[in-house]
């Protein structure tokens, strides 16, 4: 026992290694789309061009609106979910707190006693 204090007495300096690791990633998605078209040369061709873009446009927009809601809807699960468990957290906070307020009081009572029975002994002697 006396060996092993010697061998942890602070006067003895040791060196000491430390090394740290670390690694990372990141990853990216994303979507590309592209659409081949002949380059419309009358009126009418054009008209038609620009309201398939159009339709496109708003495929495209739907397409983008329907993938947020479900990311909105995961965000708000995931939000909901955290709230109760946090709600059920400071309830069970709450009663552990109630039940050492009100069983402190019987604690309390006692040590006033020991007080009282100190001093009495005290003034006794």
Known sequence: MFAKYLCEFPLFKR?????????GSIAITGEAKFHV???PRTV???LDYLQDQIAEVRQEISEEIKKMQ???ERVDKDAATGIADNARDI???R???EKSATGG???QVFGVL???YGSIAAYVT
């Open 105 to 107: 009081v019987k604690q």
């Open 37 to 39: 078209t002949r380059k």
């Open 15 to 23: 060196s000491v290694a430390i090394s740290a690791f670390g690694s």
């Open 91 to 93: 309830r069970s906070i």
């Open 44 to 46: 009418e061709e054009r």
């Open 70 to 72: 479900v990311q909105i």
């Open 114 to 116: 020991l007080v009282l």
């Open 95 to 97: 009663e552990t707190l």
